[in-house]
């Protein structure tokens, strides 16, 4: 029966890949690194590598380089433009609108909640719940269980 599992689930993270690969349909992606010009569904690996992304990744380092718009649950999660929820230990966006929780969270342009130990905003439009907030303007709500500092 475990064997079965496995074997299931085996199958299952590699059958989520063959949905996505918009500009490179034949190029179906490994475990431990995936890049993809645009990617639309379940990204899972190690390292998922993508300029744009619409769906999710999972896994130690999600990168999009561009634009994404989804979910990501990582160690380390980093996008240009991001709409949607991040969940890791250190989330970094130029542009974020959505959620970010991590131990550290970084947003140069914030709209949205951010929590964590540690979180940086630039242009920050909505709720910053942390150890340390750092922002330079802010139109909204800061919780700082040590300090809200603003330059």
Not at 14 to 36: E, L, Q, R
Not at 115 to 128: F, S
Request: aromatic share 18%; with cysteine.
């Amino acid at each position: 029966m475990k064997k079965k599992l496995l074997i299931g689930l085996l199958f299952f993270i590699a059958g989520t890949h063959v949905y996505s690969a918009v500009h490179n349909p034949w190029n179906i992606p490994s475990f431990f690194y995936n890049h993809f010009d645009t990617y639309i569904g379940p990204h899972i690996g190690i390292w998922n590598d993508a300029t744009k992304t619409y769906g999710f990744q999972i896994g130690v380092a999600n990168i999009s380089w561009d634009e994404f718009i989804g979910f990501q649950v990582g160690v380390f999660n980093m996008s240009s433009y991001f709409a949607g929820f991040a969940l890791g230990a250190v989330n970094i966006s130029s542009t974020m609108y959505g959620v970010q929780i991590g131990v550290v969270n970084y947003a140069h342009d914030g709209r949205g909640i951010q929590i964590g130990l540690v979180n940086y905003a630039q242009n920050y439009k909505g709720l910053q719940i942390g150890g340390i907030n750092i922002h330079n303007c802010s139109s909204g709500v800061n919780f700082g269980i040590l300090f809200n500092m603003i330059f």
